[in-house]
């Protein structure tokens, strides 16, 4: 199975709410990025949290790694209709760094 | 900015045909990646190369193959294409020179085998 999974798989919820997205993995990482996807487009980088740290912000990003728990959350605070997307965590392998493994994604909608 | 393009949005082919999918990247990255997207399944990574003609197996390489002659251009080939390769597939690049650094993607080429 792949090596990150996301929960929950589809979230909804109005403007000006917080988002949350969860993320596990499996083996030690390097580290663990964000991605976000609009619908039938390419993935675009949010955020990328070392595997010696804990907590890391960009903007109205929070996200959060625990490598005793093998999880990551994503946090998106005063969510506005445009973060409507599909979000994905990718842990990058500590053994290969060449190699990604992205989870299923969690797909946001946020109504106006 | 990094741009990554491919060389196609959509394809129709039909089974048993060969097919190639372009990707090219401006930014002089050493690595190069293909995936494929499938609901449920997120990205699965079939090839990566980190240098000209060098090329390594991803998690799905089956039914594919990769050709990259220069170092901005990596080609995905489907030998002789199925109804199970219709997906939309993706194609990254990164610097390949850091541990910490971050891929940059193309806009994808939605496939269609019939």
């Known amino acids: 199975s792949q090596q990150g999974e996301e929960d929950p798989q589809a979230l909804s919820i109005q403007e000006g709410e917080n988002a949350t997205m969860n993320c596990s993995y499996k083996?030690?990482?390097?580290?663990l990025q964000w991605y976000r996807q609009n619908s039938g487009r390419g993935l675009v980088h949010l955020i990328l949290?070392?595997?010696?740290?804990r907590e890391k912000h960009s903007g109205r990003l929070r996200v959060t790694l625990d490598t005793s728990k093998k999880s990551s959350s994503l946090l998106i605070t005063a969510s506005r209709a445009a973060d409507t997307a599909s979000y994905f965590c990718?842990?990058?392998?500590?053994?290969?760094?060449?190699?990604?493994?992205f989870g299923s994604g969690t797909k946001l909608n946020v109504k106006p | 900015d990094v741009k990554v393009t491919q060389s196609s949005r959509y394809l129709v082919k039909r089974t048993g045909e060969k097919v190639f999918l372009e990707c090219v990247q401006d930014m002089d990255h050493e690595n190069m990646f293909w995936y494929r997207q499938d609901p449920g399944l997120g990205l699965r990574l079939i090839y990566f190369s980190y240098d000209v003609k060098m090329k390594e197996k991803g998690d799905i390489p089956e039914g594919y193959s990769v050709s990259r002659e220069k170092k901005e251009r990596f080609s995905l080939i489907l030998e002789s294409a199925s109804t199970n390769q219709t997906s939309m597939y993706l194609c990254a690049s990164s610097l390949g020179r850091e541990f910490q650094e971050t891929q940059y993607f193309g806009p994808g080429t939605r496939l269609l085998v019939l």
């Open positions: 949290i070392r595997s010696n740290e």
């Open positions: 990718a842990s990058q392998r500590a053994d290969n760094f060449n190699k990604f493994y």
């Open positions: 083996t030690s990482i390097n580290n």
